[in-house]
């Protein structure tokens, strides 16, 4: 079963930035891409950004476009979320997902780890 952990999450303030890292493991190959969600306190969860494991295509939230860029080392089974320009409303506990091949959808998560920018 795929197994995900995130690390990176940290205080930051306005204007700074950030690097998450989610590293994958334990079947991964039944995975086509790696994706990025985000949920603040009383919010619904929200994508981010995604990337997929062959190809490297990527997909963006609106909200972050120009600001967060995903990025993959296949030797490493690592994703990567790279957040600069942080805002107050990036604040949140951020989760790698995994989608599986099979039911395509997002079903192997992470812990999350938390974000928090502040003004």
């Known amino acids: 079963q795929v197994q995900l952990v995130e690390s990176g999450g940290g205080l930051v303030q306005a204007g700074g930035s950030l690097r998450l890292s989610c590293a994958a493991s334990?079947?991964?190959?039944?995975?086509?891409?790696m994706g990025w969600f985000r949920q603040a306190p009383g919010k619904e969860r929200e994508f981010v950004a995604s990337?997929?494991?062959?190809?490297?295509?990527?997909t963006y939230a609106d909200s972050v476009k120009g600001r967060f860029t995903i990025s993959r080392d296949n030797d490493k089974n690592t994703v990567y979320l790279q957040m600069n320009t942080l805002k107050p409303e990036d604040t949140a506990v951020y989760y790698c997902?995994?989608?599986?091949?099979?039911?395509?959808?997002?079903?192997?998560w992470g812990q999350g780890t938390q974000v928090t920018v502040s003004s």
């Open positions: 990337i997929t494991w062959t190809g490297g295509t990527t």
């Open positions: 334990g079947g991964i190959f039944s995975t086509n891409d």
């Open positions: 997902a995994a989608r599986s091949i099979i039911f395509n959808n997002y079903q192997y």
